[in-house]
């Protein structure tokens, strides 16, 4: 920060690089994703506006904290003022809930194959890759992918037939 | 605009900046404060029997308290412009000093209070009239303040504006208290509690208003 001062563009850069990783994660912990971006690039622009107010006999850190901090109540200010609707039932999605049940009970039944055999089923049967791709992604023979779909859904089968409560 | 285009931007043609000097910032209010008195005891304002009266208890309260305050709310103004300070403690100290130099008003006597009633003692109209004097002296000083807090980062906007305010209300009672006519510490306690009052209010609802980090 000190060569910052004093016009050192390469040191800003490498600094304002450190910083911002430091403010995403700051503010990843107390801001909505999509408000995130923004409130990093604000206290960026705080900390080049204000830089000449750093006191080098002191931590970087508590003088950067606080400037975030500033921020982060500046942001949520924002936010209660953002203007919102009240969700009506006219609004309402079309139910997913066929698509979440078979989702999880998929997940369920893949949890009893072996995970090769419930890697390879994913990545074919319900991803769509080609056996030659779920074998370069694997690292294993396309026979023995083959094989593995071919045990993996005997064992799904023989599964779905002993359970009579799935749909 | 993506957080590297951001960057490479901020980091492009940067230039040196002159860092920000506590010390230098407590001269200038110094240098004003001189410039803005020397120019009213210029102008022929001062009480005409400050020479007799400089060394008497009830003027060394008067002058030796608004001065001790107006110092020590300078300085906590100061400190709370840095963005990692809180002037929570500094105005702290300050009501306390404050209400220790009012207490001490009672310990330096009334001289000309004696016999009469409180009204008397107060006198509405030239008080209002010296708390609005107050008012007007203690502008410069608040507006030099406001460009002091503009130029820094203070993390409690709102604190450093209360603390310029009462720094700015004592600095114009101090400078008034050369030509104030009255030697009753109650008046002197009201009414000038009420033109910094009036100062501190105006800065905390003016100064945050200007400033954004």
Request: charged share 20%.
């Amino acid at each position: 920060m000190v060569a910052a001062q004093n016009g050192h563009g390469g040191a800003y850069r490498r600094l304002l690089g450190e910083i911002s990783g430091w403010l995403h994660r700051y503010f990843q912990r107390r801001l909505p994703h999509g408000d995130v971006e923004d409130a990093v690039q604000e206290t960026l622009l705080a900390v080049h506006r204000r830089r000449h107010t750093y006191d080098p006999r002191y931590p970087l850190g508590p003088w950067l904290a606080s400037i975030a901090k500033r921020k982060w109540i500046d942001q949520l200010r924002s936010l209660g003022r953002r203007p919102t609707e009240e969700l009506t039932d006219d609004l309402a999605v079309g139910d997913h809930e066929a698509s979440v049940t078979s989702a999880s009970v998929l997940a369920s039944l893949l949890d009893n194959l072996r995970p090769a055999q419930a890697r390879i089923i994913m990545l074919v049967k319900i991803q769509g890759h080609s056996i030659e791709d779920a074998s370069r992604e694997t690292g294993l023979s396309a026979s023995a992918v083959k094989m593995n779909i071919h045990r993996g859904l005997a064992r799904l089968t023989a599964l779905l037939e002993k359970t009579e409560d799935v749909e | 605009m993506s957080n590297d285009a951001l960057i490479r931007e901020l980091s492009a043609d940067l230039v040196p900046v002159r860092r920000r000097l506590v010390l230098r910032e407590a001269a200038l209010l110094l240098a004003l404060g001189a410039a803005e008195l020397g120019l009213f005891l210029g102008l022929g304002l001062m009480r005409p029997d400050m020479g007799q009266r400089i060394a008497s208890p009830y003027m060394m309260w008067k002058l030796g308290g608004l001065a001790m305050l107006a110092g020590v709310c300078c300085t906590v103004a100061i400190r709370s412009f840095s963005p990692t300070a809180r002037p929570r403690r500094g105005l702290m100290l300050a009501f306390m000093l404050a209400g220790a130099v009012m207490i001490g008003g009672l310990f330096v006597g009334a001289g000309d209070a004696s016999g009469h009633t409180l009204l008397d003692r107060l006198s509405p109209m030239r008080g209002l009239l010296c708390a609005f004097s107050i008012v007007v002296l203690s502008i410069p000083m608040m507006a030099m303040l406001a460009v002091l807090m503009r130029a820094a980062a203070p993390a409690h906007p709102e604190g450093s504006a209360l603390a310029s305010g009462i720094a700015a209300g004592t600095c114009g009672a101090f400078i008034f208290a050369f030509c104030c006519p009255i030697n009753d510490p109650l008046y002197i306690v009201v009414w000038y509690s009420a033109g910094c009052a009036v100062v501190t209010a105006m800065a905390r609802w003016l100064l945050p208003r200007r400033f954004r980090l």
